[in-house]
T-cell receptor
Framework: NAGVTQTPKFRILKIGQSMTLQCAQDMNHNYMYWYRQDPGMGLKLIYYSVGAGITDKGEVPNGYNVSRSTTEDFPLRLELAAPSQTSVYFC??????????????FGPGTRLTVL | AQSVTQLGSHVSVSEGALVLLRCNYSSSVPPYLFWYVQYPNQGLQLLLKYTTGATLVKGINGFEAEFKKSETSFHLTKPSAHMSDAAEYFCAVNTDKLIFGTGTRLQVFP
């Protein structure tokens, strides 16, 4: 199994540009998550999904959109990039509910810079 | 609301010395507690977790952590540090969503 994969690994955007960060998992997990990691701040939840067609906001959703049309894929869309969105983005997945002891599996991350 | 506090953003030890990374949590319900490790330019990897049962939890690479309800703590320890342990370590608590601490960067000197 490849686990959780993310593309691209690195990206530089200009202010106002749009892009989609791709995330896929091959573990047949129901739950998928997007986090951003800023220095000294830990990881903050942007959006999550409990299954195909169902998404919900996390702690820091402003400026982002998600969709989940299949169990495997969970893309994150930035519509109008801003410097505040410079960060490292991690996708994760888990088999069962977020309120339990289930392990979340993380992808390798996408490092995004907005200039 | 649940929260996690990691004391010390940087910890330095000599190779062979004890590693102690501190984590305190706040939760209104019995928590599930996790330690994740992040090596440079990589994603997070589960080190160990506490769900129920035995309060001393053993993880990968010789790490262990003890859940102490009375102290609301879940400190991570390793008896003898190795150079390969240099990484960033995140404590996390999960009752509804997974909430991460701000991380502790461990440096290991030869």
């Amino acid at each position: 199994n490849a686990g959780v994969t993310q593309t691209p690994k690195f990206r530089i955007l200009k202010i106002g540009q749009s892009m989609t960060l791709q995330c896929a998992q091959d573990m047949n997990h129901n739950y998928m998550y997007w986090y951003r990691q800023d220095p000294g701040m830990g990881l903050k939840l942007i959006y999550y999904s409990v299954g195909a067609g169902i998404t919900d906001k996390g702690e820091v959703p402003n400026g982002y959109n998600v969709s989940r049309s299949t169990t495997e894929d969970f893309p994150l869309r930035l519509e109008l990039a801003a410097p505040s969105q410079t960060s490292v983005y991690f996708c994760a997945s888990s088999y069962s509910a977020g309120g339990g002891g289930d392990t979340q599996y993380f992808g390798p991350g996408t490092r995004l810079t907005v200039l | 609301a649940q929260s996690v506090t990691q004391l010390g953003s940087h910890v330095s030890v000599s190779e062979g010395a004890l590693v102690l990374l501190r984590c305190n949590y706040s939760s209104s319900v019995p928590p599930y507690l996790f330690w994740y490790v992040q090596y440079p330019n990589q994603g997070l990897q589960l080190l160990l977790k506490y769900t129920t049962g035995a309060t001393l939890v053993k993880g990968i690479n010789g790490f262990e952590a003890e859940f102490k309800k009375s102290e609301t703590s879940f400190h991570l320890t390793k008896p003898s540090a190795h150079m390969s342990d240099a990484a960033e370590y995140f404590c996390a608590v999960n009752t509804d969503k997974l909430i991460f601490g701000t991380g502790t960067r461990l440096q290991v000197f030869p």
